[in-house]
C-alpha cells in the first residue's frame, strides 16, 4: 500500500473516531438536558398541584417519554461513548480516551439510578391505575414523589458530569 494509501486510511479512522465520538457528546447531552429539565421544571411544576393532578400528570409524562426518540438518546449515549472509548485505545492518540472512560462510569450509575430508583417507582406509579379511581391518591405519591426527585437530581448530575467528560474528550481530540 502507497504512502497516499495509507494517509487516507488514517484520515478515514479520525473521521469515524471524530464522528463517533460527537455522537456520544451530542447524545449525551440530550439525555442530561432530559433529567435537568425533569429536575429544574417538570417535577417541581407537578409538585405544585394537587393530589390527583400530580398522578395523572406524571403517568402521562411517564407514557409519552416511551418513545422512539428517547430510546434512542438513552440508548445511544452509552453505546456511542462505548464506541468511541474503543476507537481511541489505538497507540495514535490516547489523550482523550480518559475522560471517555469517565463518561462511561459516570453514565453506568445514571443506569443503574434509572434501573433501580426510576423505572420501578414509574411501575409502581402506573399500577395504582387511572387517578380517577385511586382511591388514596396522597399515599400514591408520599411514596413516590421525594425519592424520585431526589434520585432524579442525582441522576442529571452524573449525566450532566459525563456530558462534561465527552465535552473535554471531544476538545482533546479536536486540539490532536
Known amino acids: 500500500m502507497g504512502r497516499a494509501a495509507r494517509r487516507r486510511g488514517r484520515l478515514a479512522v479520525e473521521l469515524v473516531r471524530g464522528i463517533t465520538l460527537i455522537a456520544a457528546t451530542i447524545t449525551m447531552g440530550l439525555i442530561a438536558g432530559l433529567f435537568y429539565a425533569f429536575a429544574q421544571a417538570i417535577m417541581p411544576g407537578l409538585g405544585q398541584s394537587d393530589d390527583r393532578t400530580f398522578v395523572a400528570g406524571f403517568q402521562a409524562i411517564d407514557k409519552a417519554i416511551n418513545n422512539p426518540w428517547q430510546a434512542a438518546g438513552f440508548v445511544g449515549a452509552p453505546v456511542f461513548t462505548s464506541l468511541a472509548a474503543a ?76 456530558f462534561g467528560c465527552l465535552a473535554q474528550a471531544l476538545t482533546l481530540f479536536g486540539g490532536s
Open 87 to 162: 476507537l481511541h485505545l489505538g497507540p495514535d492518540d490516547r489523550s482523550s480516551l480518559a475522560w471517555i472512560v469517565a463518561a462511561l462510569v459516570l453514565f453506568g450509575v445514571v443506569l443503574a439510578i434509572t434501573f433501580r430508583v426510576h423505572l420501578p417507582l414509574n411501575d409502581e406509579i402506573q399500577a395504582a391505575g387511572e387517578s380517577d379511581h385511586i382511591v388514596d391518591l396522597a399515599a400514591v405519591r408520599e411514596r413516590f414523589e421525594s425519592k424520585w426527585v431526589r434520585w432524579n437530581v442525582a441522576r442529571a448530575a452524573f449525566c450532566t458530569a459525563a
